[in-house]
T-cell receptor, first 115, second 112 residues
Framework: AQTVTQSQPEMSVQEAETVTLSCTYD???????LFWYKQPPSRQMILVIR??????QNATENRFSVNFQKAAKSFSLKISDSQLGDTAMYFCAFMKDFGNEKLTFGTGTRLTIIP | DADVTQTPRNRITKTGKRIMLECSQTKGHDRMYWYRQDPGLGLRLIYY???????NKGEISDGYSVSRQAQAKFSLSLESAIPNQTALYFC???????????FGPGTRLTVT
């Protein structure tokens, strides 16, 4: 079974600074997807960014980017120019393979942006 | 209007009661999922369905059942609720590619 580990239960950073959230996973699969989801206080789950394992290029979405290290099984999320609206729980998630789209989630990192 | 809706949004019930949580979607996706979120544990998969005739157990299906009434509707039932089923429940849908899951707003269930 796949496991996803987020070793930072809580983090805080000053507004406008850069913060990196870590995620590691364990799998024997070669093809898979990785995701970061954001859960603000409204509790809605919002997809932030996704990465296909077969792509070497790191995914980027505006201020959000990932550092995907396949050999190390590491998938960190970098938030640049952090904003108050980035305050949320962040979950890393793993999806095994095509046609088997079940997500395995990490336990989450609570991020607080300080004004 | 929201693409994935869940009813009720909040519910308090007593131990031993039967309760149904409902999920509807207008995204036209075949795949639907039920997750449970507990503090410190993240989200865990309860049941999933890849089409109307396909129902599968997830990692924590004991004490739960589901019904896929139509492509757009997927219901989760607790036949006899117990306090450790107190949690936040999410429904989600996905298409086959690019495999992103879209979540409903969640149902906060409290079993007293």
């Amino acid at each position: 079974a796949q496991t996803v580990t987020q070793s930072q239960p809580e983090m805080s950073v000053q507004e406008a600074e850069t913060v990196t959230l870590s995620c590691t996973y364990d799998t024997s699969e070669n093809n898979y997807y990785l995701f970061w989801y954001k859960q603000p206080p409204s509790r809605q789950m919002i997809l932030v960014i996704r990465q296909e394992a077969y792509k070497q290029q790191n995914a980027t979405e505006n201020r959000f980017s990932v550092n995907f290290q396949k050999a190390a099984k590491s998938f960190s999320l970098k938030i640049s120019d952090s904003q108050l609206g980035d305050t949320a729980m962040y979950f890393c998630a793993f999806m095994k393979d095509f046609g088997n789209e079940k997500l395995t989630f990490g336990t989450g990192t609570r991020l607080t942006i300080i004004p | 209007d929201a693409d994935v809706t869940q009813t009720p949004r909040n519910r308090i019930t007593k131990t031993g009661k039967r309760i149904m949580l409902e999920c509807s979607q207008t995204k036209g996706h075949d795949r639907m999922y039920w997750y449970r979120q507990d503090p410190g544990l993240g989200l865990r998969l309860i049941y999933y369905s890849f089409d109307v005739k396909d129902i599968n157990k997830g990692e924590i299906s004991d004490g739960y059942s589901v019904s896929r009434q139509a492509q757009a509707k997927f219901s989760l039932s607790l036949e006899s609720a117990i306090p450790n089923q107190t949690a936040l429940y999410f429904c989600a849908t996905s298409e086959t590619n690019p495999y992103e899951q879209y979540f409903g707003p969640g149902t906060r269930l409290t079993v007293t």
